[in-house]
């Protein structure tokens, strides 16, 4: 069955500093990875995606992902993190069941994400 | 172009009611998802509509059911409501294609509190 992990519950950055949130995923067969963001009260929103070709994936509001096949990770990457990306933040894996397109997506438990200025 | 809409946007409910949420999706969409997110949990799979039929389901009890409409629309109902359904009910829409690589697109959620 596919699945992702997200090992950090929290992660804590000062304004300006690089930021990384941590995936790994397990899945059978090739892999449609995603990151997703959750503000306070509001449904998810898409960050970026990964199906396949360059394995640094650009996305919205600055955040890249690095895919990285021998380690089964899909990290999430700001060069700067602002005040603003302070949310939680999921990764997911789309589930592809044998030939069917119906593709339900499965996520991780989520990363709380807090930036300091 | 409007995104995902859900109504109601919160509802308090006492155990063993019904309940019927309700979700239209963004503009050229035909594929609906529900997903239920517990407190400090992320989203679970509960089931998917597509031409009026009930695609794929996970792992949610019978009382748990839901409806496409023509104009993919879409319903989530919940009966014999349980503490444990109090949640964050979430619904997606996407185009179907045999590639699943179009991304989901969520709206903002009907919060359910059982009392």
């Known amino acids: 069955a596919q699945s992702v992990a997200q090992p950090e519950d929290q992660v804590n950055v000062a304004e300006g500093n690089p930021l990384t949130v941590k995936c790994t995923y397990s899945?059978?067969?090739?892999?449609?990875l995603f990151w997703y963001v959750q503000y306070p009260n509001r449904g998810l929103q898409f960050l970026l995606k990964?199906?396949?070709?360059?394995?640094l994936v650009k996305g919205s509001y600055g955040f890249e992902a690095e895919f990285n096949k021998s380690q089964t990770s899909f990290h999430l990457k700001k060069p700067s993190a602002l005040v603003s990306d302070s949310a939680l933040y999921f990764c997911?894996?789309?589930?592809?069941?044998?030939?069917?397109?119906?593709?339900?997506?499965?996520f991780g438990s989520g990363t709380r994400l807090s930036i300091r200025p | 172009d409007a995104g995902v809409t859900q109504s109601p946007t919160h509802l308090i409910k006492t155990r063993g009611q019904q309940v019927t949420l309700r979700c239209s999706p963004k503009s050229g969409h035909d594929t609906v998802s529900w997903y239920q997110q517990a407190l400090g949990q992320g989203p679970q799979f509960i089931f998917q509509y597509y031409e009026e039929e009930e695609r794929q389901r996970g792992n949610f009890p019978d009382r748990f059911s839901g409806h496409q409409f023509p104009n993919y629309s879409s319903e989530l109902n919940v009966n014999a409501l349980l503490l444990g359904d109090s949640a964050l009910y979430l619904c997606?829409?996407?185009?179907?294609?045999?590639?699943?690589?179009?991304?989901?697109?969520f709206g903002d959620g009907t919060r359910l509190s059982i009392l």
């Open positions: 997606a829409s996407s185009i179907t294609g045999g590639t699943g690589n179009q991304p989901q697109h």
């Open positions: 899945v059978s067969g090739n892999p449609y």
């Open positions: 990964y199906i396949t070709g360059d394995n």
């Open positions: 997911a894996v789309r589930d592809i069941p044998g030939y069917s397109s119906a593709s339900k997506i499965i």
